[in-house]
Nanobody
């Protein structure tokens, strides 16, 4: 199974920016679709952004226009650029590979904590 390591989280004021990175172990990284997910305390883990192997992206309505997902196939890494952060973006952020139906394919990593203060 694919193993991932998320990084880049931290504490930021509302309106600030962070860039998350997800380093994946799989050699055929470039053929996979990838997603960034987040889980706030007491809530389920939800998808916030996804990118296909071909580079097509889609976003949850709550982050459209503020977050950008990208991938670097030479580094087996997926990124999430988060701008105009809001307190409601506070959560642990995870990445995972996904199939065409949206099901996750790999193991969950430890995630990276993002905390946005008001």
């Amino acid at each position: 199974q694919v193993q991932v390591v998320e990084s880049g989280g931290g504490l930021v004021q509302a309106g600030g920016s962070l860039r998350l990175a997800c380093a994946a172990s799989k050699n055929n990284f470039r053929f996979n679709n990838w997603g960034w997910y987040r889980q706030a305390p007491g809530n389920q883990r939800v998808l916030v952004a996804a990118i296909t192997a071909g580079g097509t992206t889609n976003y949850a309505d709550s982050v459209k226009g503020r977050f950008t997902i990208s991938r670097d196939n030479t580094k087996n890494t997926v990124y999430l650029q988060m701008n105009s952060l809001k307190p409601e973006d506070t959560a642990v952020y995870y990445c995972n590979s996904r199939n065409g139906a949206g099901s996750v394919l790999g193991s969950w990593g430890l995630g990276t904590q993002v905390t946005v203060s008001s």
